[in-house]
């Protein structure tokens, strides 16, 4: 136990580090650094929405440098093909006596962090290429299966206003994602500070904190960290709340949801939770830890229903009504 407060430790104090190095870059934005920062260290793929001009690239693009590990951007088209994400086999010449064999060129998904940019662009076809990655942590071409170098993240980006030309990700692709984390717009102060740091010719170097190999072992620490039963119950209880005609069910939920968070709910707000706690140097999670993370865990697996569409009930909205009540 001494190893793993050891490790708990070490890791505030990076996550210290890496909170300096990214300021250096983004302006303000604290929350949604800190809850990425809690999705790559509990080893979750984040899905992330904003409008245009939020820095979410950036932000991306900010971690990956701060953690030396291997970025790769996929831009989402509506013609991008699955070949384009987990590569191809192309036939190349060879010192055989055939003269010519296939040969596998890898795609940008054997990366450490991937960010797939506007992932709603593209059609269910070529989302799907990412779901065996995102749970398996491989590929498979042919007959040949390649594993994927740990740590492994995909972190998404959606635009909400743009509706023309879009795939919204079916369920079984938004389940896979443990946060769903929504961008708004800087405050005036955070603003002013942008528009006067963009704007000058000097980029900000950002030193590397962590490698691969460090965040594989931090997280394999977190997930050793002890539960007490009443934090355990409180999750579930919190993520079964979700589901309408269950004895957990609000009179809201009964009215408002039409499909409510699955199992999956449970396990990510425990390691969420659990990640949270050793983010702040603690060695076991309290329930404040899971409410913390509720909302950005739960939001993206509730299904509303028309009654509340019509009515302007959100996902999140439904989500504060619960930890108002349990």
Do not use: C
């Not at 102060?189 to 006067?196: L, M, N, P, R, S």
């Amino acid at each position: 136990m001494s190893d793993i407060t050891n490790q708990i430790q070490m890791l505030k104090t990076a996550h210290t580090r890496l909170k300096t190095e990214i300021a250096k870059v983004i302006i303000g934005q604290d929350r949604i650094v800190e809850q990425v920062l809690t999705g790559l260290f509990a080893n979750g793929h984040i899905l992330i929405e904003g409008v245009p001009g939020l820095a979410k690239t950036l932000l991306i693009q900010s971690i990956a440098r701060a953690l030396n590990l291997k970025f790769s951007r996929i831009q989402f088209t509506p013609d991008l093909m699955p070949s384009d994400i987990t590569g191809t086999d192309i036939l190349v010449s060879t010192n055989t006596v055939q003269g010519k064999e296939f040969q596998y060129i890898k795609g940008p998904v054997f990366a450490n962090i991937i960010l797939a940019d506007e992932i709603n662009r593209t059609p269910p076809k070529t989302q799907s290429a990412l779901l065996q990655a995102m749970q398996e942590y491989h590929v498979t071409a042919g007959t040949k299966t390649w594993e994927l170098e740990l740590p492994f993240i995909v972190l998404a980006t959606q635009n909400p206003i743009e509706q023309e030309g879009t795939y919204p990700l079916p369920e079984a692709q938004l389940d896979r994602f443990m946060f769903y984390i929504t961008i708004d717009y800087p405050s005036r102060d955070e603003e002013i500070k942008i528009a006067a740091l963009t704007s000058q010719n000097a980029p900000q170097d950002l030193l590397p904190v962590l490698s691969g190999q460090e965040i594989v072992s931090f997280q394999k620490a977190i997930r050793q960290l002890p539960v007490t039963d009443h934090v355990l119950q409180y999750a579930v209880k919190l993520a079964r709340a979700t589901r309408p005609n269950q004895p957990e069910a609000s009179p809201e939920v009964n009215k408002w949801v039409s499909w409510g968070a699955g199992p999956r709910a449970s396990q990510y707000l425990i390691l969420a939770a659990k990640t949270a706690a050793a983010l702040d140097g603690r060695l076991t999670p309290a329930e404040e830890d899971v409410r913390r993370v509720a909302e950005i865990v739960l939001q993206h697996r509730i299904l509303v229903s028309f009654t509340a569409e019509a009515e302007g009930i959100k996902p999140s909205d439904i989500v504060k009504i619960l930890l108002e009540k349990t």
